[in-house]
């Protein structure tokens, strides 16, 4: 069971890297991206599995080298519900910036004032999400390397 702690951590740091970066280059291009979800979701999915398979792992009588591990195992899953919480507020914010009075006030506005404002509602979700993959990343190689 060892042997597939460490690497399945290593797979969480890559999936989250990845969505870090495709999710940084695509938010300083200006764009949204599909790609960036599939990672930052499949990057979430992996967190939540390498926590169960480190629970596995001890429950079979295998301990980590270091009690840090444990840190570095769960956080993440905080991590990713803070960022989801964050996430959720991002149209309010966006609306709120635009003083309008919620989602239903955008019809009012022009296609084009509309569609900047769900650019920039995903692209501010998409900043959050990135962080988090990046906060994410560090954790997993620290959690590969305590092992």
């Not at 870090?20 to 280059?25: E, I, K, N, S, T």
């Not at 949204?32 to 930052?40: D, I």
Request: charged residues 15%.
């Amino acid at each position: 069971m060892a042997s597939a702690v460490v690497p399945f951590a290593l797979l969480v740091a890559v999936l989250n890297a990845a969505a870090a970066m495709v999710g940084a280059w695509t938010w300083w291009r200006g764009d949204v991206s599909r790609l960036f979800w599939w990672l930052a979701r499949g990057g979430q999915i992996a967190a939540v599995v390498f926590a169960a398979l480190s629970g596995v792992a001890f429950l079979v009588g295998e301990e980590p080298a270091d009690d840090l591990f444990w840190l570095y195992a769960l956080l993440p899953l905080a991590v990713g519900f803070v960022a989801e919480q964050l996430r959720a507020i991002s149209a309010r914010t966006e609306l709120d910036a635009r003083e309008l009075e919620d989602a239903q006030a955008m019809r009012l506005l022009a296609d084009a004032e509309q569609r900047a404002i769900v650019v920039a509602i995903l692209r501010r979700e998409m900043a959050v999400m990135a962080c988090s993959a990046a906060v994410v990343a560090f954790l997993a190689l620290r959690a590969a390397t305590t092992w």
